[in-house]
């Protein structure tokens, strides 16, 4: 039974949490401004977070921070 219910199918999907605008408007002008993705991520207390910086190779990663 919980194989069926964890089948594919099911209105189990993972979504990310309901951002704040202003945290998406953060986000996308972070991932303009670095030429990368960057995501923040809620933290546990309330207006905490993580920025969470998207890197493809070495090269890009120290390109990014150097823009830092």
């Known amino acids: 039974e919980r194989l069926v219910a964890r089948a594919p199918g099911k209105s ?3 979504k990310r949490p309901k951002a704040d605008r202003d945290v ?3 986000e996308e002008e972070l ?3 670095l030429g990368t993705t960057v995501r923040i991520r809620a933290g546990a207390k309330k207006g905490s977070g993580t920025p969470v910086i998207s890197y493809r190779t070495l090269d890009q990663l120290e390109a990014t921070l150097a823009r830092l």
Do not use: A, M, V, W
Request: proline share 0%.
């Open 24 to 26: 998406l408007r953060l």
């Open 12 to 14: 189990e999907t993972l």
């Open 31 to 33: 991932s303009q401004r």
